[in-house]
């Protein structure tokens, strides 16, 4: 009977231990994301409170295909990186910009997001046909980004705004020729506003790429899941319909 109970007591110990390294393995598959859920049109809430936007969608897509669940963690972004090397999250999809500098100290994945400077005017203007054509022209830009450095580069007459949205007005409004901005930001603004009258100039302007950001220590396994999952959902035309949903383009490829 002693033996019995011995034999029982030790079947019950192994069935505990399966049960929890099973649990154990569940948990390691879910892949913890940090987000700033604020972020329109990337990562933000809808009018029903759901965290929603292209960011969050391509990740979900991109966790279910490579087998993981997906849990997001909202924080600023003033936060991000310091959350992410604490240990916080396992990694962050919010258009982080893959650069050299941020090479040195994180690891990324394959890129999920592709953009470049464009330059908008309005529709009716037919005397800036390229950037170089806005020598000597008045431009709204924010003095202290790259579009703005861009601008003087090219020997415009700067008008400072605080934004986007700011910018944009101006060249409405006649009261500038033009602005330098985020292709990314222009398309969505398009997107909302289909009816207005502007319209996108390409040129050299610097070319952008965003994925999911990792430390160095992440084990190298969950990255080459993410990026298998990445090229797989480039190829099938998911991501692709996901960018065409929020900006009405495929910006998912270069």
Not at 95 to 121: A, C, D, H, M, W
Not at 150 to 168: H, P, R, Y
Not at 219 to 229: F, P, R, W
Request: aromatic letters at 10%; hydrophobic letters at 35%; proline letters at 1%.
């Amino acid at each position: 009977m002693k033996k019995l109970l011995a034999l029982l007591t030790a079947f019950i110990f192994v069935l505990a231990a399966c049960g929890s390294n099973e649990s154990k393995e569940k948990d390691s598959k879910t892949l913890t994301v940090g987000t700033e859920g604020t972020y329109a049109p990337f990562t933000f809430h809808d009018k029903d409170g759901k965290l929603t936007g292209y960011d969050v969608e391509v990740t979900e897509a991109v966790a279910k295909k490579a087998g993981y669940k997906v849990k997001f963690v909202e924080t600023q972004w003033d936060s991000m990186f310091s959350g992410l090397n604490a240990g916080r999250f396992d990694t962050v999809a919010n258009q982080v910009g893959i650069n050299s500098e941020r090479k040195e100290k994180y690891n990324f994945s394959n890129p999920y997001t592709y953009s470049e400077g464009v330059l908008v005017v309005r529709k009716n203007n037919d005397t800036i046909k390229s950037f170089d054509d806005v020598k000597g022209k008045k431009l709204a830009q924010t003095l202290t980004s790259n579009y703005g450095k861009l601008a003087k580069d090219k020997g415009a007459e700067i008008t400072s705004v605080e934004g986007f949205n700011q910018a944009i007005e101006m060249v409405l409004s006649n009261r500038v020729e033009g602005t330098f901005n985020d292709k990314l930001s222009v398309l969505d603004y398009q997107k909302q506003k289909k009816s207005a009258d502007i319209k996108l100039i390409t040129g050299n302007a610097e070319k952008s790429q965003s994925g999911f950001v990792f430390t160095k220590k992440t084990d190298k396994k969950v990255i080459e899941d993410i990026n298998k999952a990445i090229d797989a959902l480039q190829k099938d035309g998911t991501l692709t319909k996901i960018s065409k949903k929020w900006f009405g383009e495929d910006v998912s490829k270069a």
